[in-house]
């Protein structure tokens, strides 16, 4: 049993070790792109090696900047930053070259025989990756004893829908917490008040909390 915080996506290290590229020659940061990561909640060391799983196949996107930016946008959605989801699938249903798709894959660390697959399932489930049936449907840990690293001083009581997709509130120690989540990354921010809730929805995710842990488990329903 997981004691800490973890992405089920990234345990299985779908990413050799491997220096961050340098774009430069493409009017691009890379190391002021890994930075931005970091503050979106992000693994800059995660991005880095996706990043250069990608270029390995697609040299030139050192160069050609529009080619450079699809594949930071990818690799930083890979690495967790939330915010980039909506720029990364777009920019993975535009494109161009046979070239480019299996560059994408690499950086997303899954075959470029199932991009198709995967670009179809996360239209209606944020959560799913080729493996996952795998884990029983288990995605992802969240919270954790935060005398060891995690976020919360005690098991969280309570757990509620939000209207945002991925998202949910945790009531823990009478404060309420709030997580932004998906198949690549989770984001647990402190909320001032209580928050505006919805109902429980029949999209198969549902949140496991119990009062012997401070982790909140996130499970995924398989559906064909």
Do not use: C, K
């Amino acid at each position: 049993m997981n004691r800490v915080p973890v992405q089920l996506a990234n345990v299985s290290a779908p990413f050799p070790l491997a220096e961050r590229p340098d774009l430069s020659a493409s009017g691009l940061d890379a190391a002021l792109a890994a930075e931005s990561v970091r503050a979106a909640h992000g693994d800059p060391l995660l991005f880095g090696r996706a990043l250069a799983a990608g270029i390995e196949f697609d040299p030139a996107s050192l160069t050609d900047r529009e080619r450079a930016l699809d594949l930071v946008a990818i690799a930083a959605w890979r690495a967790g930053a939330l915010g980039l989801r909506v720029d990364a699938l777009s920019r993975l249903d535009d494109l161009d070259s046979a070239e480019h798709r299996v560059a994408a894959a690499a950086a997303l660390g899954i075959g470029v025989d199932l991009l198709d697959e995967f670009r179809r399932r996360q239209r209606s489930d944020r959560f799913w990756w080729p493996g996952r049936a795998d884990q029983r449907g288990y995605v992802l840990a969240t919270g954790g004893f935060r005398g060891l690293g995690g976020a919360w001083v005690r098991p969280p009581e309570r757990v509620e829908r939000l209207p945002d997709d991925g998202a949910f509130a945790f009531l823990v120690a009478g404060s309420w917490w709030r997580l932004d989540s998906d198949v690549w990354g989770a984001r647990l921010s402190l909320l001032p008040e209580r928050p505006t809730t919805t109902e429980s929805s029949d999209d198969g995710v549902t949140i496991v909390i119990g009062p012997d842990t401070h982790l909140a488990w996130v499970h995924v329903r398989e559906q064909e």
